[in-house]
């Protein structure tokens, strides 16, 4: 892509030395271009030979599946058009995600066409048939079972019910299989934690929106944890009220890095993550002695002795008084509360969250753990160590690597690496080449999961499943295809088809015993839904064991606070770095940093100073005799005396490399927080390197632009007549036709998630630009989610704005175009009209939002084969040289009318919903008519928190700003 | 010659006359009604919309099936034309023997047939059957008398000004009592 890039810039810069004479050659060629481009001859129709029943060419279809990614299942609907995949939004009928899904789940599509896909099996590095490959590997692993020789699996996490068993069948014809699962950026310490604490290794699931006082220690619950996508779901539902006064839940967060939770917490402190755990503490110390909530067995007062709240907030550099507000607060929701450590955090601060859920009755209701599943042990950073350690002494015969990459996702990757090379067989089945497949001597492509059959158990009463959406692009295999075909060669008789083996366990363990619904109808209405609910009995509820609770309280009260502290947790996009080859997601800027294609160091303002360094000085971390080299990001918010950094960068692949660094070599592999450091250098290099931000000033400069409200201002500020009123207008008053579409956003119940933004890329061929031109302020999103810090850089309070197209009535775009390309609709939006644009760039330059873009370039002429498969038919592609903007996923629009007038009925509120809408978590986005007066949009429009951003241009949005409320703590006393 | 003399007298009319040549050539070239029209390539199979929707009466929407629900009104599959022709032989003997030979060739292989294309819209442009064929206009309103041609060939003027022109006053091409006014004009009727 670099390259590409510079390509493009040296064509860029030629028109400046360019003749006369090359100009009129290059004027003759494009016209002969033009008449060549409009030539018919070039265009065929290549219909069916035999037409699949449910495909009409130029009518999406929507299929139900389910796509993993570490502990989730995520239910996700996808739309295919001609039987291509094109777009990934939530499954309606999931009753977990309820028609929602992560950023990272809708970007998948790319994942799917990604050209750096393995595309054949290879054999020693050179490319192999199936067959030759599959008995290559199954003669070593007959073998090695002769032998009795012990052979390495190393998989993600399993939580499939289908992988389970292909792999249990390999372990039945091989007896010395051992299987680890792994997942490099999960920490192992919550289910160890659940362990010793409960007994019961399960996870239990947050139900946020039963919540009303949320306590989170270093936990990103609506950010990077796992169950994000309900968790906003049910935070926005208790934070969007229609009038002053109704009940607003209260966040309460307690972290070192400025999370996405953090930017929306009600009473925000900042500090170092191991004061979590005494803070805990200190605040149970308060349940019990000023609320007389009673502890649970074999936990005395004594054992929290040590936790005087005022003592204990000094000591940690804590408000004193939002822990007593917390306590009173907390006391007084009882079960309606939930309090979540984080799972970078050591046992002692599950123990101590676990310890108020328990005390609050919240075990059972805000978390429930009636109907989890336990997805086994994964292995820790620990582990892994203690498995290199075993390849390198060469114990294992073979060892194979499904989807998984320890050469990369190790602290001694390296070392690893080399450990590998002392086995005699490696084996990979990855989707990509990768550091760990460059070392393997058979590579096994596998399908994607939109190629795939599998099934997921969310939870005992919920059975999920994953269909393919698409023939396999290239000579691929499904994984559990290739086991299976393994233990076929090895002589048990096994179906090595994936559907036919899922449709014959679920006849056999699934379909209800005196159905009366034959199982092909069982089996089919099961595969449109995408989920089966089930009864199964529920667990018994968790009870806490005290004693474990004060053994943890031991340890928290001998913690003193001591040198830096690192915090390292999964990318919010990348993830554990199985997304760094993904385009649209390294693109998309750090939902509260705003740093994209990068990782960076998180420091405080603070140890900035003390350590000499500003943004984009290239900082060394040491720890533990390891060091890696990041660009500083001095974050307001940000702990002083912790740093942080994400995982996942520093990737080797086309997109991926020279992104970010890899700071898994600062993962700890003893101890029981591995992704918690403390004794942390920091020392600067002299060296600069930029980050790519697309966001520069965070600062509002008393702009009325975001509104964060108290309750109280709530009450005294809604609706002022300046806010209904528009401003006169010169020009003449709009006529709108049949509708007038509109849209308004609730900024109290956006958290800032970015789901819009890769949903809007996806859902209108939104361009890539490459980093090169990112740091130029050229990305091509057209919404996007801003950031603002109000008050004390040292704990500001944020400010999220989705900010895109407003359609203005008085759009000041239109009347700066020299050639009408920018016009006005009769329904409102505000038309973009790429064949008449001639890239003067006016429209940008005068739109006072920022919501357009231009294309420098022609980046879609560099998209690899096949990520063009990822367009959406239904909209342009853009050329270089014009201008783009939201349209409010105008084909969405016209698609619905039409639906409407076919079936000979008026269009229905929320028929129509644009791509960004569609995959709010939070639905703060709501699309519909003005014109209908009892439309949701309407009522938004005229709720007494609505506002328009920059009214006071007299541009007439059609978006409204819904403010945000803060709630918090009134009293501050102790 | 006083060269201020000849650059009026030459230079300026020279240069004049190249621009407006130029812009005649390239207008000349790119204008499509001015060489599509009566486009009509030789098609890998040389079906007849004579014999079939002429002679035979068949509708239009017996094999354009997708006309009323997609924007594409589609080509139909192989399988639309055996649903007739498996069951019936024709008296022309070397016919018979060409869709014999069609179908041994395409049902074994399973190799759809590549059509040319006659209209052909530019990528900007989402026209969409559906609101066309649902209001209720012909066919033929647009496509012009398909039904007597032995090769398909374009019949229609693909301008922009052909589309405003039935869509500000669409009452001649729409059946009596339609509720019909008048199509959209906003450039997001078409271009997005």
Redesign the interface.
């Known amino acids: 892509m670099d390259e590409g890039m510079k390509d493009q810039d040296a064509s860029s810069s030629a028109p400046e030395s360019m003749s006369r004479r090359r100009f009129l050659s290059l004027?003759a060629a494009s016209?002969a271009a033009?008449?060549a481009c409009?030539s018919?001859?070039r265009?065929?129709?290549?219909?069916?030979?035999?037409?699949p029943s449910d495909v009409?060419?130029?009518?999406a279809n929507h299929y139900a599946s389910t796509y993993q990614e570490g502990l989730v299942a995520y239910g996700v609907l996808v739309k295919a058009r001609e039987g291509r995949p094109i777009h990934i939004e939530g499954n309606d009928e999931h009753p977990i995600f309820a028609g929602k899904t992560s950023h990272r789940a809708q970007a998948e599509i790319m994942g799917l066409y990604d050209a750096e896909r393995l595309r054949e099996p290879r054999l020693g590095g050179a490319p192999a048939s199936w067959e030759k490959a599959q008995a290559a590997v199954a003669a070593a692993l007959e073998k090695a079972a002769r032998e009795r020789k012990p052979v390495l699996l190393l998989t993600p996490a399993v939580i499939s019910p289908a992988r389970r068993a292909a792999i249990a069948a390999l372990g039945r014809v091989l007896p010395g299989l051992r299987h680890v699962a792994w997942e490099p950026a999960l920490s192992a310490t919550e289910r160890a934690a659940a362990e010793a604490l409960y007994g019961t290794p399960v996870a239990p699931r947050y139900r946020v929106e039963r919540a009303k006082v949320l306590a989170l220690f270093e936990a990103d619950l609506l950010g990077s944890m796992d169950a994000a996508v309900p968790a906003v779901a049910g935070y926005a539902r208790g934070r969007m009220p229609s009038r002053p006064g109704e009940p607003l839940s209260r966040l309460y967060a307690f972290e070192s890095r400025l999370s996405l939770t953090g930017t929306k917490a009600d009473a925000r402190v900042p500090v170092r993550p191991s004061a979590a755990a005494p803070l805990a503490f200190a605040v149970a110390r308060l349940l019990h002695e000023r609320h007389g909530l009673a502890l649970p067995a074999g936990l005395s007062a004594g054992d929290l002795a040590p936790f005087r709240a005022d003592r204990v907030a000094k000591r940690w550099g804590a408000d004193p008084a939002v822990l007593s507000a917390l306590a009173r607060d907390l006391a007084r929701a009882g079960r309606e509360s939930l309090a979540v450590a984080g799972p970078s955090l050591p046992e002692e601060a599950h123990a101590a969250a676990g310890l108020l859920n328990a005390m609050l009755g919240a075990e059972g209701y805000t978390l429930e753990a009636a109907h989890s599943v336990d997805p086994g042990p994964l292995a820790s950073p620990a582990e892994m160590a203690r498995l290199a350690r075993e390849l390198a002494e060469g114990k294992y015969a073979a060892a194979v690597f499904w989807e998984t990459n320890p050469s990369y996702a190790v602290s001694d990757a390296d070392g690893f690496g080399a450990a590998l090379d002392k086995t005699p067989l490696k084996v990979c089945l990855g989707l990509r080449e990768d550091e760990t497949s460059r070392r393997c001597d058979a590579v096994l492509p596998v399908n994607h999961w939109l190629e795939s059959w599998s099934d997921y158990e969310a939870s005992t009463d919920l059975l999920a499943l994953q269909q393919p959406l698409i023939q396999p692009l290239y000579d691929t295999k499904q994984g559990e295809e290739i086991i299976l075909g393994w233990v076929k060669a090895l002589g048990a008789p096994v179906e090595t088809d994936p559907r036919a083996g899922l449709m014959a366990r679920w006849r056999r363990e699934v379909y209800p015993v005196g159905t009366l619904a034959s199982f092909d109808e069982f089996w089919t209405a099961a595969v449109h839904d995408g989920v089966l609910r089930r009864d199964a009995a529920a667990r018994a509820p968790r009870r806490l064991r005290g004693s474990a609770v004060a053994s943890s309280a031991k340890k928290a009260a001998a913690a003193r606070p001591g040198g830096l502290e690192l915090l390292l947790e999964p990318d919010y996009k990348v993830w554990d770095g199985r997304y760094a080859g993904n385009g649209w997601l390294q693109e998309l800027p750090d939902p509260v940093a705003k740093v994209c294609w990068g990782n960076f160091l998180s420091v405080s303002g603070a140890d900035a100073k003390t350590f000499g360094l500003s943004d984009g000085d290239v900082a060394a971390v040491k720890v533990g005799g390891r060091s890696v080299e990041l660009p500083v990001l001095v974050q307001p918010g940000q702990a002083a005396g912790a740093v942080f950094a994400a995982l996942g960068y520093g990737r080797q692949g086309d997109v991926a490399s020279g992104c970010g660094a890899s700071v898994y070599p600062l993962v700890a592999d003893d101890g029981s927080a591995p992704f918690l450091r403390s004794g942390v250098s920091v020392s600067g290099t002299g060296a600069r390197r930029p980050l790519v931000r697309s966001q520069q000033e965070f600062g509002l400069h008393d702009r009325d632009i975001v509104r964060l409200w108290t309750p109280g201002e709530y009450a005294r500020r809604a609706k002022t007549p300046e806010d209904t009123e528009e401003l006169a207008t010169l020009n003449d008053e709009p006529r709108w036709g049949e509708h007038k579409w509109g849209m308004a956003i609730d900024l109290s119940a956006c958290v800032g998630c970015a789901g819009c933004q890769v949903a809007c890329q996806s859902e209108n061929n939104v361009a890539v630009v490459g980093p090169e031109q990112a740091a130029r302020g050229r990305n091509m999103h057209w919404i996007r989610n801003d950031v603002y810090f109000v008050g004390d850089p040292a704990n500001p309070q944020v400010a999220h704005e989705v900010m895109l197209c407003q359609q203005c009535d008085d759009a000041p775009c239109e009347p700066v175009c020299p050639v009408a390309a920018s016009?006005h609709?009769?329904?409102g939006?505000n038309?973009q009209?790429?064949?008449r644009c001639i890239g003067v760039r006016y429209c940008e330059a005068n739109c006072p939002y920022g919501a357009r873009r231009f294309n420098f370039f022609d980046y879609t002429s560099s998209i690899q084969d096949p990520a063009e498969l990822a367009f959406n038919p239904?909209?342009?592609?853009r050329p270089r040289g014009v201008a783009e903007k939201c349209?409010f996923c105008?084909?969405r629009i016209?698609n619905g009318e039409?639906i409407a007038?076919?079936e000979g009925r008026p269009l229905r509120d929320g028929d129509i919903r644009p791509a960004c809408a569609a995959a709010c978590p939070a639905e703060a986005i709501v699309f519909g008519d003005l014109k209908d007066p009892n439309s949701r949009v309407s009522r938004l429009a005229r709720s007494d928190r609505g506002y328009k951003v920059l009214r006071e241009l007299g541009t007439r949005p059609a978006v409204t700003y819904l403010a945000e409320l803060k709630n918090p703590a009134e009293e501050k006393t102790i | 010659m006083d060269p201020r003399d000849r650059f009026w007298r030459v230079t300026a009319p020279l240069g004049a006359l190249c621009v407006v040549l130029t812009i005649l050539v390239v207008g000349w070239s790119v204008e499509p009604a001015r060489y599509q029209l009566g486009y009509a390539p030789e098609q890998p199979i040389p079906f007849s919309h004579r014999i079939h929707a002429g002679v035979n009466g068949i509708a239009c929407e017996y094999c354009h099936t997708n006309a009323d629900r997609s924007r594409s009104a589609t080509v139909p599959p192989l399988q639309t034309c055996m649903n007739c022709h498996q069951f019936m032989t024709l008296p022309d003997k070397t016919l018979q023997g060409d869709i014999d030979k069609v179908v041994a060739a395409r049902v074994k292989s399973d190799a759809p047939i590549a059509w040319k294309r006659v209209y052909h819209m530019p990528s900007y442009v989402f026209f969409d059957h559906r609101a066309h064929v649902n209001a209720k206009i012909q066919c033929q309103s647009c496509h012009g008398r398909v039904e007597t041609l032995d090769v398909q060939q374009r019949l229609m003027n693909m301008r922009m000004g052909r589309c405003l022109s039935c869509h500000r006053d669409p009452a001649p091409y729409l059946p009596p009592g339609s509720p019909v006014k008048k199509g959209p004009t906003d450039c997001y009727a078409c271009h997005r």
């Open positions: 004027m016209a033009t008449s409009a018919p001859d265009d065929t129709i290549v219909p069916y030979t035999k037409k009409v060419p130029g009518v016009v609709s009769e329904d939006l038309e009209v790429y064949n239904e909209v342009s592609v349209t105008v084909q016209r039409q007038k076919d």
